[in-house]
């Protein structure tokens, strides 16, 4: 393999990698051949202890600059990003098996954008002044201080910035544990960050599995824990920072609806469609998974789509011309087969895929099921997989309910031409990121983030800034005190 996929050490603290075999092994995995393409260890007590001590120095040592100076340290890590987009894009796509073709536009670029953004916010983060008649207040927005990042696999670049750059904006240290499917992409970004000027530990990362993040969560020396995963784990993580009183942001799973009206233009809805289920090879939260289609278009809809399907090409995701890549693991692999066999057991139609290719590699066919029913598991659970689950309704409040009747709220989708409807549908859909005519776009000037099991808190946009910082208030009294006696 010419391109060299094993880190120097296992962790990057301290502003240097930093190596402990005593840690438990975690073989990384090339999801397009399964072959181990490269060995990390689990952080040990030690390593844990390294990133906590040069976390909390460097906070000290980061939230005495003046924020321009900390916006200038996160602008020049976005313009190395961008320069090494190729390398960063290929390594992504070993980490994760997602094609060459998306992680050159979707990864490294978006870890720009987030540093780039929050870069030049970071000079303009101020409190305000309060007139109180005589006496006067003040607010300064202060850091919280250190902050962990838990991250999912199917973004590893993009999660490890998009907490990164708020948190470090604002003035915070972070600790980022990527998940252990794909621990290399971070280590990239704390060495880019390093390397544009960030003081020695001031983004540490750390590798294990959920036993690290754990001890993270619980450590009463972290102030903020940033979550990206399923609702299983949000929920034991928020419970654990609940107990030290830490702030948090959950982004986790989703079963999002995407409606297509009557009045849809059709072939912007089916590439809405495709986008929603299929990008990353289906394995992206905020995905359209619920496509509900009017049913006097259900049939045009299907055939559009069956026709746009014969554009996929799937293989070597290293292949700028692939398309769909693999499953990022064999254990996500047979997750989603079971969904697939239990969406056949249950009556939904297949529509096209549904098969599992022979030979190396995670693969699985995209695939469609139509005629799928509320109450199918198809319909109700994160599949996390490229599996699109086609339903039919007759009006827009039936639509709207049934699109609603689920524990998650993360996205939402609106297909039509009739602008009134598309704002009076999207203001009723209980979720957080929506899209009108479109789908699964999420530029760093917009808050991303769930409603109900869906998450809490949201990220990127100026909304990402409350999440990283608190107010600190400041009565100033301008005569005497009174006092009763
Ligand atoms: O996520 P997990 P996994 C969903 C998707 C997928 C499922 C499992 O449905 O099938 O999650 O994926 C760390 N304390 N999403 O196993 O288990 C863990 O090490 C602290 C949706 O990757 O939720 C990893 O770093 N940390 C998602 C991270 O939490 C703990 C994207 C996520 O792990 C922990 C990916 C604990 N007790 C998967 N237990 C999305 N919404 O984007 C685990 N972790």
């Known amino acids: 393999m ?9 962790h990057f603290v301290d502003g240097a990698y930093l190596e402990d075999t005593a840690g438990e092994l975690i073989e990384v995995i090339y999801p397009a051949t399964g072959e181990v393409i490269a060995r990390v260890y689990a952080a040990t007590d030690a390593v844990i202890e390294a990133a906590i001590t040069s976390g909390r120095r460097a906070q ?8 321009t100076e900390r916006g200038r340290v996160l602008r020049r890590a976005a313009d190395i990003m961008r320069e090494r987009n190729h390398e960063l894009s290929v390594l992504e796509t070993f980490d994760t098996g997602k094609p060459l073709q998306e992680t050159l536009v979707a990864d490294a670029t978006s870890g720009a954008d987030a540093l780039e953004y929050f870069g030049g916010l970071a000079g303009s983060l101020t409190g305000e002044h309060v007139n109180l008649g005589g006496d006067w207040g003040y607010t ?3 850091p919280l201080g250190l902050c962990v990042g838990i991250g999912a696999w199917n973004y590893p670049t993009q999660i490890a910035c998009w907490k990164g750059a708020p948190a470090l904006a604002c003035g915070n240290a972070m600790i980022f544990k990527p998940s252990e499917t794909t ?8 060495e880019i960050l390093h390397e544009a000027g960030a003081p020695a530990g001031l983004y540490n990362v750390i590798q294990g599995m959920g036993a690290v993040g754990g001890k993270l969560v619980t450590e009463p020396r972290v102030d903020k824990v940033s979550l990206t995963g399923s609702v299983p784990t949000g929920r034991k993580v928020y419970a654990a920072a609940a107990e030290g009183m830490k702030h948090v942001t959950m982004e986790l799973g989703g079963k999002s609806p995407l409606i297509v009206f009557e009045d849809a233009e059709i072939d912007n809805a089916v590439g809405g469609a495709i986008n929603g289920n299929f990008y990353s090879t289906g394995q992206v939260c905020s995905n359209g998974t619920r496509v509900f289609v009017h049913s006097s278009i259900k049939d045009a809809f299907l055939a559009r789509l069956k026709g746009r399907m014969a554009g996929i090409v799937m293989g070597d995701p290293q292949d700028e011309a692939t398309n769909i890549g693999p499953m990022v693991s064999q254990r996500q692999r047979d997750i989603v087969e079971g969904y697939i066999a239990k969406g056949k057991a249950e009556g939904a139609t297949l529509i096209a895929g549904g098969e599992t290719p022979e030979g190396a590699g995670f693969y699985i066919q995209p695939t469609v099921f139509a005629d799928v029913t509320d109450e199918m598991t198809i319909a109700r659970e994160e599949i996390f997989g490229p599996v699109m689950a086609v339903l039919t309704f007759d009006d827009e409040a039936e639509v709207i309910a049934r699109a609603n009747a689920t524990e998650f709220g993360l996205s939402a ?9 598309a704002h009076r549908v999207i ?14 776009d999420a530029p760093v000037e917009l ?20 999440h990283y910082s608190q107010l600190k208030s400041v009565y100033v009294r301008m005569g005497d005190v009174e006092a009763a006696f």
Request: proline share 4%.
């Open 140 to 142: 300064v927005r202060e």
């Open 2 to 10: 010419a391109y060299d996929t094993q880190p120097k050490a296992s």
């Open 183 to 190: 621990p290399l992409c971070a280590l990239k970004v704390a």
């Open 60 to 67: 000290a040592q980061w939230a005495a600059m003046s924020g």
């Open 447 to 466: 808050p991303f983030g769930g409603v109900k099991a869906s998450g809490v808190g949201r990220e990127n946009s100026k909304a990402a800034i409350e």
């Open 427 to 440: 203001g009723q859909l209980r979720a957080g990121s929506c899209f009108i005519n479109s789908y699964n």
């Open 413 to 421: 989708g609106v297909f039509t031409r009739d602008i009134s409807r």
